[in-house]
């Protein structure tokens, strides 16, 4: 079946420093990424889409300068936190869609700390 | 926004018993998918029914779908102790560009 391998899966950085998260479709080629994040005992936020070869599609209240999206080739999504707060602490997973598959493929995710 | 809601939001049941959980959403849907999360890991993908669809089984699953009222259910047959996650409704909206809009999750423990 359809594979993301997302890295890293925990992550401990600074504030004020950045954060890159990568997201691969081992098997499939993802025109299109979802980012999600997650906050303890909560639901899943879509946060931003990641299109190949094009600039990413943000949700309502997400900012773009702060969560950097790049999706340079059909295999490779990536996102930056940047400048990270401890507010930005929280549980971020990607998803993709295998064409032809309806259902998601999602990473194991990565759990971003903050101190 | 969150577009399904599940409910109820915590369920504890004995191994061997069936899991019922239901789901509601507001849009018209292309399809609504369910999905498993054990703690802090990633989603797995456990059953689509599309908006045509009224029911649909996977081995233990079995899910419906009633677009009149908007609603689905995922039935989970002869719990595992394993089957302790927590689960997600989907909706894939009509017009959304095949984003995913998940609800808040059912808690589900069984007990060995």
């Known amino acids: 079946g359809a594979v993301v391998s997302q890295h890293p899966s925990r992550v401990i950085c600074k504030s004020g420093t950045s954060v890159k998260i990568e997201c691969r479709s081992l098997?499939?080629?993802?025109?299109?990424m979802f980012w999600y994040r997650q906050f303890p005992k909560q639901s899943l936020m879509l946060m931003a889409t990641s299109n190949e070869g094009s600039k990413a599609t943000y949700e309502q209240g997400v900012e773009k300068d702060k969560f950097l999206i790049n999706h340079a080739s059909l295999t490779l999504s990536t996102l930056t936190v940047t400048s990270a707060h401890p507010e930005d602490s929280s549980f971020y997973i990607c998803g993709g869609n295998r064409a032809g598959s309806y259902g998601y493929t999602f990473g194991s995710g990565t759990r971003l700390t903050v101190v | 926004s969150q577009q399904g809601e599940e409910d109820p939001q915590a369920l504890s049941i004995q191994e061997g018993e069936n899991a019922t959980m239901n789901c509601s959403y507001k849009?018209?849907?292309?399809?609504l998918q369910w999905y498993r999360q054990n703690s802090g890991r990633g989603l797995v993908h456990l059953i689509l029914i599309r908006s045509n669809e009224r029911e649909k089984h996977s081995g233990r699953l079995r899910v419906t779908l009633d677009t009149s009222k908007k609603s689905s259910s995922l039935l989970i047959t002869a719990s595992r102790a394993a089957d302790t996650a927590s689960y997600f409704c989907?909706?894939?909206?009509?017009?959304?560009?095949?984003?995913?809009?998940f609800g808040k999750g059912i808690t589900l423990s069984v007990r060995p």
């Open positions: 989907a909706t894939d909206a009509i017009g959304a560009n095949s984003k995913l809009t």
């Open positions: 098997d499939f080629q993802a025109t299109t």
């Open positions: 849009t018209s849907i292309n399809n």
